[in-house]
């Protein structure tokens, strides 16, 4: 290997691991991987990246170690059962690496080339020459990793989520900047960190002084939000939408046990008022039509079409349906307004049942959509907690989910980022989650990793196959090649605001329970 690239690279015999092999048993070097013998006395690590020397000077490959194996024949069953049958045979199977028994080869995954130009400069290219056996394998510097993802290696460029260990040591990963507005989704199954990462990511955003809106299931981003400096609400509560946007079959839903004809009335009367309503957020920011002029259309309507009697009475169950609903208001909110002026807000709808959610979220998706289109509110990012419910697999559509769905489509022409929290991607919309250009992956049951699997380009069949065995915390991130030029095994970093509700110890809560309702 040339010396110019070595020393580009900061290799020395020091961080060589082994040397290129070829085997009909262990395997050969090809265009994706090659094989490797291990140096005595180093004990690389599984993902550490790695280069391999060519003839050629100024040229190597680069990739990470996917897999290992070590022979040794003297530990074969057969011949350690006869050792002990016959007490015959050393008692040291494995002496050591100098043993000419042991034979330790791994495997390393080809990710691409680098490149020394004219002026020593380091250009990273895709594979396209077929390694060489007999070949210097060298563990590369981990401060070299985020030039090869091409990653910011600074936060103030992106998101620091975490570090990515290489031989040992470590390194930042800082998504880029870029990532945000293209819509991230974050899965994993129960437990494995989701809703840590999430949080930490929404630290980010704030530090960028990206306002995030978030809607919160169980109450995970309740703490965050309070130590971010920004605003709680609980639906219901001290947050309600318009009833004139939240579209005509929400809007019915609310009204129970209306006659053919009541319906027809009060659809017509809807459409009117809906279409207003949007014309007064898009002139003025707002929406303030009272609950009366929906009952004088309903009535007009009636009395328009020879039916002033049928008019009336369905006015009378809208006007009641109304008045019992806490989630709906005649006009604009306050927190639409201190939406831009905060850091995040968190809307925690848990207590409410999926039609109810499904209508908050709609709603507040249109309006915030809506707002934005006319650079009312700035850009920010929507965050949405088990979006499997919202967004569910199987054609199932309302029009609260035919609106996220859109929102999704088009918000990064609005300058909108969407990040989507899901524990069951095989529940969702799989449309949907290809959208995201950007995926954190968890551990996951197999019947969603066979979902999963087919959106992760360039990740290889054995990371695939470790997905399941992840350790709490830590995640594939995977992307297009433009903002992630590999996908990367990543820990995610420590928080710095407070974590959601923990997971409760079953047995203690029981013991609370009990004394509480003995004392």
Request: glycine share 8%.
């Amino acid at each position: 290997m040339g010396e110019k690239i070595k020393q580009a690279l900061s290799l020395t015999d020091a961080v060589r691991l082994g040397t290129t092999s070829s085997s009909p048993f262990l395997g050969s070097p090809t265009f994706d991987e090659v094989p490797f013998h291990v140096r005595e006395g180093r004990m690389p690590a599984l993902g550490t990246y790695v280069v391999i020397e060519r003839d050629k000077d100024e040229i190597v490959h680069y990739g990470r170690i996917i897999e290992g194996t070590e022979d040794n024949p003297r530990a074969n069953p057969s011949t350690l059962q006869q050792n002990q049958a016959y007490q015959v045979g050393s008692d040291k199977t494995r002496p050591g690496d100098r043993s000419p028994h042991v034979t330790r080869v791994m495997t390393v995954e080809v990710l691409g080339e680098i490149h020394l130009d004219v002026n020593e400069r380091i250009i990273i290219k895709e594979p396209s020459l077929l390694a060489q056996t007999g070949q210097g394998v060298y563990e590369i510097p981990a401060e070299r990793i985020p030039q090869l993802l091409n990653t910011p290696d600074s936060s103030e460029q992106g998101f620091y989520l975490g570090e990515i260990e290489s031989g040992g040591k470590s390194v930042d990963f800082v998504l880029p900047m870029e990532a945000i507005a293209r819509h991230l989704a974050v899965v994993g199954k129960t437990g494995v960190g989701k809703s840590y990462a999430t949080g930490v990511l929404i630290e980010e955003l704030v530090k960028h002084g990206i306002p995030v809106i978030a809607f919160d299931v169980l109450g995970d981003v309740i703490n965050t939000a309070e130590d971010l400096g920004g605003r709680n609400f609980r639906a219901g509560v001290n947050f309600r939408v318009p009833y004139s946007v939240i579209g005509h079959s929400e809007f019915l839903g609310f009204v129970p046990n209306l006659t053919s004809d009541q319906l027809e009335l009060v659809s017509m009367a809807y459409d009117a008022v809906f279409t207003e309503a949007f014309q007064s957020l898009e002139a003025q920011g707002k929406v303030n039509i009272q609950i009366d002029e929906l009952l004088k259309e309903i009535e007009g309507a009636g009395s328009e079409f020879g039916q002033a009697a049928v008019g009336g009475r369905a006015a009378r169950k809208v006007a009641t349906a109304f008045k019992r609903n806490p989630l709906l208001t005649t006009g604009t909110e306050s927190w639409l307004g201190e939406f831009a002026q905060q850091p995040i807000t968190n809307v925690f709808v848990g207590h409410l049942s999926q039609q109810q959610r499904n209508l908050i979220v709609g709603a507040s998706v249109r309006l915030l959509q809506a707002l934005r289109k006319r650079d009312r509110i700035p850009p920010f990012v929507f965050v949405l907690d088990e979006a499997h419910f919202f967004l569910p697999a199987g054609g199932q559509i309302t029009p609260s989910t035919q609106v996220i769905r859109e929102m999704i489509r088009t918000a990064r022409h609005d300058a909108i980022g969407v990040t989507l929290i899901t524990q069951s991607p095989a529940s969702m919309d799989k449309q949907v989650l290809l959208t995201c250009n950007t995926r954190l992956v968890f551990a996951l049951d197999p019947d969603d990793m066979k979902l999963v699997s087919g959106t992760l380009g360039g990740v290889s069949d054995e990371m695939i196959s470790r997905i399941p065995k992840l350790p709490k915390g830590t995640a594939i991130m995977s992307s297009s090649m433009d903002i992630i030029r590999h996908p990367a095994l990543i820990r995610i970093r420590k928080r710095e605001t407070r974590e959601g509700a923990p997971t409760p110890n079953i047995a203690e809560e029981v013991k609370k329970w009990r004394q509480q309702r003995i004392f």
